[in-house]
Nanobody, 123 residues
Framework: EVQLVESGGGLVQTGGSLRLSCAAS????????IAWFRQAPGKERREISC????????HYSDSVKGQFTISKDSAKNTVYLQMSNLQPEDTAVYYC????????????????WGRGTQVTVSS
């Protein structure tokens, strides 16, 4: 069973930075992708970034491109989301999710989820 644990959320002022971590375990193969989603109050949960474990290729939504950076430390089985120049609209619960599939980041859904970490950006 894949398990994901997020950490690194908190309260930050506008323009500040945070780095989220997603510690992953339980994969049965090296063919998987890990994505970050976020859900703002009253809004749907949306994918913002993804990284393929096999080739390290990354993907970003237009809303965070150039502002957030996803990376992985294979030795630690951890995926990071470096967030910079944070704005109040980035306030949300951030989730990491994983899917073991040959489709990698193109997977239509992600079957394993963490519990989320709250990011609050004060103005």
């Amino acid at each position: 069973e894949v398990q994901l644990v997020e950490s690194g959320g908190g309260l930050v002022q506008t323009g500040g930075s945070l780095r989220l971590s997603c510690a992953a375990s339980g994969f049965t193969s090296d063919t998987y992708a890990i994505a970050w989603f976020r859900q703002a109050p009253g809004k749907e949960r949306r994918e913002i970034s993804c990284i393929n474990n096999r080739n390290g290729r990354t993907h970003y939504s237009d809303s965070v491109k150039g502002q957030f950076t996803i990376s992985k430390d294979s030795a630690k089985n951890t995926v990071y989301l470096q967030m910079s120049n944070l704005q109040p609209e980035d306030t949300a619960v951030y989730y990491c999710a994983a899917e073991e599939s040959v489709y990698l980041c193109a997977s239509p859904s992600f079957g394993s989820w963490g519990r989320g970490t709250q990011v609050t950006v004060s103005s």
